[in-house]
């Protein structure tokens, strides 16, 4: 599978902001989509996860009611719609693909490029 991040930025707290992740070449084990974060010295982490063909979705806690996964398999793009930024959620934003639903970075079975997002405060 191909991934491709975009639609980063910079906005001030309260803000909103969408990520798109373009999909190619899916393999049979891409099931699920996913975003991660990384903020500056800290691991990566799990936001938000949408299975490709029913659509079910999870979110870590500390996007709940903030951040809204979608897909729209007939532009092969998945978005993260964020909402009600904070300067906690800078970082750089990947999206990735796994098998299965995952909670941390250790199920992920291929990375996209990252896209940066910089809350303001």
């Known amino acids: 599978v191909q991934l491709q991040a975009s639609g980063g930025g910079l906005v001030q707290a309260g803000g909103s902001l969408r990520l798109s992740c373009t999909v190619a070449?899916?393999?049979?084990?891409?099931?699920?989509m996913n975003w991660f974060r990384q903020a500056p010295g800290k691991e990566r982490e799990f936001v938000a996860g949408?299975?490709?063909?029913?659509?079910?979705?999870s979110y870590a806690d500390f996007v709940k009611g903030r951040f809204s996964i979608s897909r729209v398999s007939a532009e092969s793009t998945v978005y993260l719609q964020m909402s009600s930024l904070k300067p906690e959620d800078t970082g750089v934003y990947f999206c990735?693909?796994?098998?299965?639903?995952?909670?941390?970075?250790?199920?992920?079975?291929?990375w996209g490029q990252g896209t940066l997002v910089t809350v303001s405060s």
């Open positions: 070449r899916l393999t049979t084990s891409d099931n699920v």
């Open positions: 990735a693909s796994s098998s299965g639903v995952v909670n941390s970075a250790a199920g992920v079975v291929s």
């Open positions: 949408i299975r490709w063909r029913e659509g079910k979705k």
